[in-house]
């Protein structure tokens, strides 16, 4: 291995084996594949030469889907000549001719890596989803299932290659909700495990998974506690501490620090791993594997959000887009309400002051909050070197189109902008100041004590001595006071490296070890999607838990243009749109930003119409800006644990006026899109086609364009009409959530629709706090991690007022 200063590249870690795929039998597979497989069918031209080869796949997992004539999509010669002409026509280095005719024929299946990364997603898919998946897929490869669901006698698994597409797209608009789920499923998955795995992909686009000029910053040499010594991995350890914190992310590492150095001792547990900078970025797979929650994505229920959470040490502040915002003042004021009379501390310069205190440790200085917005005062915004091209088409659109922009630089502590597209994927430099960077690192100066891979089962309470394995089995009922049973440690599970350091070795190269960590104080930080679910696991009964999920449900947009828009370049969000912030009168609607262009996250939920034209549209990348709609939410979902699992279950559906305020946002987008002269749009709103200009240099935004207000018609058309069938719209139309936020809401209500008070701590509890996202009364509005940081800074400067007065 070459030493981190010679080393050009990441030093990427392995990944375990991906499961078997054992819950299903070859049939089943065969059948999913067969569908993946017409997502991305193989297109060529009729008479190429590579229908006649003999190409047997000896890699796929089910050898049932031999290579044959019938995994052709043929087309004929002039049609597929005149699709690649538009392509080619449409980027500035066009692949040759026969690159994109091999890219084309490419089979999706035959790369085990692909097959690999499908079965690892579907491994974070829950064992009863997994089951109705697997039925339906059994039903299809029987002939009267398949007449039923396909309008063929033929199993699915034996047609062509063309007629699954066909079905494919049938699906798409079957009236039936569940089936127009299954598509959408199905295209989800083969379009992020394509562009996470195919090489292919990667030579026609350029993308590269290894950022230019990689060079890893300086890394704090964290020490984890070890457990288990000599292998004995029998009973119960235990240590004791004054403060337990449970989850390493925003709320824990700023908890942490404050409490370590207020002088107690601390141990914060996270159930991810540390990885220094010298391992990052990751490339897409090991990142989305390894950095985020439930191996990349956690799809809701029904499943119309996909949702992403980082899961490593650092949690969230590890893989953000480095969005510093303060709470807007409309949302302080919402979180104040006067009837509690406790809240008023959000409104009050005791707030600020913990913004300031983590903003000025960061090093953060931004300029949007409270600031007159320069394109509205009819000022040319800004536009600089730090700008990527979708933050300039932000920025002068908005000029253009009299919308308020502005940019949204992040300073870092060196006064430098931070100009990196790859930090979804993990931060080589360290260049900002952050949760794994400084705030970790801080506390360790202070004596608090780390422990990764460490899973928290339950918080233990008094009389219950942590051997039983799992929930708790004595329930809290809900109580209004600030006393009842009192928290005195959590148990869990502690997974140590393996042999090499790394997380990939199976058995018994890694030792297993349940832990009790005995605590005067436990403070849970395991975001909104985990605090509720162990709140729940260890026996507290409040309704409340895990109700009022917020999520900021995004609706992409992605648009084309003439030049090169070099995705990877500049910050990942460099400036944003607020016209459209407030829709309501009550701060709820969509703000428009740019969004992450790591290809796996802007195209898994590109919408797909068949195969050829992803694949193109795919080629395209190096010519694609993506943006999103960023919701503040008005109504909200919740979080609860799987029966079996444990695992948190993420029960949200956008409401139609939250979904209407997107729907505004998404074309708010495609305005600044066209106004700033995009050849081509797509919304991600299921039924709508792509905005296409006909003539290049069409669309001077000084001039109405009828062609694109009737598609604009469309898109609002599609978008609203089909939200009248019965879960309809959301389960077409894919939303994105990287923010999770309220889930154990704070009141001054005695509890009556909270879950902590206004010191952080649980209802009918002593001794046991929530500091992370989870305390948010509503949605913030603004991107969480400032917010989120600054209610722990008040929860754990309280919590360590009352430590040092005991
Ligand atoms: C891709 C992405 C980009 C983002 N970019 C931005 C941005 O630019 N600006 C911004 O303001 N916000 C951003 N966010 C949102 C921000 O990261 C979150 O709002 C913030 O991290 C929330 O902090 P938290 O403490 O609530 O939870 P997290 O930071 O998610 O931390 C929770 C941690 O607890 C651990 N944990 C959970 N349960 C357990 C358990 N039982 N045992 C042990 N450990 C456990 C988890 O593994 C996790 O590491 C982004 C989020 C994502 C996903
Ligand atoms: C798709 O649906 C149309 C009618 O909507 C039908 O005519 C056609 O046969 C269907 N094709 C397949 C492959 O199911
Ligand atoms: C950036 O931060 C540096 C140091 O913290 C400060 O001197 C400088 O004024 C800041 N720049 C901006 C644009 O905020
Ligand atoms: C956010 O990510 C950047 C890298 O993009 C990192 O330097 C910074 O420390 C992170 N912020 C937090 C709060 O962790
Ligand atoms: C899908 O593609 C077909 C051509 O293959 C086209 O006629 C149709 O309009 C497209 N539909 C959408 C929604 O893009």
Not at 263 to 281: A, D
Not at 435 to 447: H, I, Q, R
Not at 599 to 608: E, F, V
Not at 773 to 797: E, K, L, Q, R, Y
């Amino acid at each position: 291995m070459a030493s981190a200063k010679t080393r050009t590249a990441p030093d990427t870690p392995s990944l375990a084996p991906p499961p078997t795929g054992d819950w299903w039998d070859e049939t089943q597979w065969s059948v999913l594949l067969s569908l993946l497989d017409a997502v991305l069918a193989p297109v060529v031209a009729n008479g190429d030469a590579r229908i006649e080869q003999q190409k047997v796949n000896k890699a796929a997992v089910a050898d049932t889907l031999q290579f044959n004539r019938a995994s052709f999509k043929r087309m004929p010669k002039a049609e597929l000549d005149d699709a690649i002409a538009r392509a080619r026509n449409a980027v500035i280095n066009p692949p040759g001719n026969n690159e994109i005719a091999d890219y084309l024929a490419d089979r999706a299946s035959d790369n085990p890596k692909f097959l690999m990364g499908v079965r690892r997603t579907l491994s974070g898919v829950s064992a009863k989803d997994r089951a109705d998946l697997g039925g339906l897929l059994t039903t299809l490869s029987g002939r009267a299932g398949a007449l039923a669901l396909t309008g063929y006698c033929t199993p699915v698994q034996k047609q062509p290659v063309h007629v699954r597409e066909k079905i494919l797209q049938n699906w798409s608009n079957s009236w039936i909700p569940l089936i127009r789920k299954v598509a959408r499923s199905f295209q989800a998955l083969a379009q992020t495990s394509w562009v996470m795995s195919s090489p292919m992909f990667r030579q026609i686009s350029g993308f590269s998974d290894v950022p230019p000029n990689w060079k890893a910053g300086p890394s704090h040499e964290y020490e984890f506690l070890q457990f288990g010594k000599n292998g004995d991995t029998k009973g119960i350890e235990t240590i004791e501490t004054d403060v337990v914190i449970v989850g390493s992310g925003c709320g824990g590492a700023v908890a942490a620090k404050i409490l370590a150095t207020a002088g107690h001792r601390v141990v914060v547990v996270e159930k991810g791993y540390h990885y220094p900078q010298s391992q990052l970025p990751m490339p897409q797979n090991e990142g989305a594997r390894l950095l985020f929650e439930n191996n990349g994505v956690l799809a809701s229920t029904d499943p119309g959000v996909s949702v992403l959470a980082g899961a490593c040490w650092g949690g969230g502040g590890t893989i953000n887009w480095s969005v510093s915002l303060r709470t807007p003042d409309q949302v302080r004021k919402e979180w104040a309400p006067k009837d509690q009379p406790g809240m008023s501390f959000i409104t009050s310069p005791a707030f600020d002051a913990s913004m300031d205190r983590v903003c000025d440790f960061m090093g953060v200085n931004n300029v949007i909050e409270n600031t007159p917005s320069k394109a509205a005062e009819g000022v040319v915004a800004k536009v600089d070197d730090e700008q990527s091209h979708r933050g300039r088409v932000i920025l002068d659109s908005a000029v253009k189109l009299g919308f308020k922009a502005d940019t949204l630089l992040q300073n870092t502590s060196g006064g430098k902008p931070h100009d990196d597209g790859y930090c979804h994927l993990g931060c080589a430099s360290a260049e900002k100041l952050g949760t794994s960077v400084s705030w970790l690192p801080s506390a360790a100066e202070a004596g608090a004590q780390f422990i990764e891979g460490f899973h928290v089962e339950r918080v233990l309470f008094e009389g219950d001595d942590g051997t039983a394995v799992g929930a708790a089995t004595k329930s809290i009922p809900h109580s209004t006071s600030a006393s009842g049973p009192k928290a005195i440690g959590v148990v869990g599970t502690w997974l140590s490296r393996d042999n090499n350091g790394g997380v990939a070795g199976q058995g018994d190269e890694r030792i297993k070890k349940r832990v009790i960590i005995k605590a005067k104080k436990v403070v849970v930080s395991g975001g909104s999607l985990w605090s509720p679910v162990v709140l729940k696991k260890s026996g507290l009964q409040n309704p409340q838990i895990g109700k009022n999920l917020h999520l900021h449900p995004c609706n992409f947009v992605s648009a084309f243009f003439d030049e090169e828009t070099k995705p990877m370049d500049k910050g990942i969000i460099t400036s944003i749109c607020t016209s459209f912030e407030d829709l309501d009168g009550k701060y709820h609607g969509p703000r428009l930003e740019s969004t992450c262009m790591v290809p796996y996250a802007i195209m898994a939920n590109l919408p797909w119409n068949n195969s050829l034209d992803f694949k193109l549209a795919a080629m395209r990348y190096p010519h694609m800006d993506g943006f999103i709609a960023l919701t503040r939410d008005r109504d909200s979902g919740r979080v609860f644990p799987d029966a079996t699992t444990g695992q948190p279950i993420v029960d949200y559906q956008a409401s139609p006026l939250d979904r209407e305020h997107a729907v505004e946002g998404a074309i708010g987008i495609a305005r600044l899109c066209h106004a700033a002269g995009a050849n081509e749009i797509r919304a991600y709103i299921a039924h709508t086609k792509p905005f296409i200009r006909l003539a290049k240099g069409q669309g001077d935004s000084s001039k109405e364009d009828p062609l694109f207000e009737a598609w604009v018609k469309d898109v609002r058309a599609a978008a609203l009409s089909s939200s009248l069938l019965w879960g309809g719209w959301n389960v077409a139309t894919p939303f994105a959530s990287a923010h999770q936020m309220g889930t154990c809401r704070m009141g001054d209500d005695g509890g009556k629709a909270s879950v902590v008070n206004t010191k952080g701590q649980v209802w009918g509890t002593q001794g046991l706090y929530v500091a992370d996202a989870s305390v948010f009364p509503s949605a913030s509005g603004v991107n969480p991690m400032v917010t989120t940081m600054a209610f722990a800074d008040w929860i754990a400067n309280g919590l360590a007022e009352e430590l040092s007065a005991n």
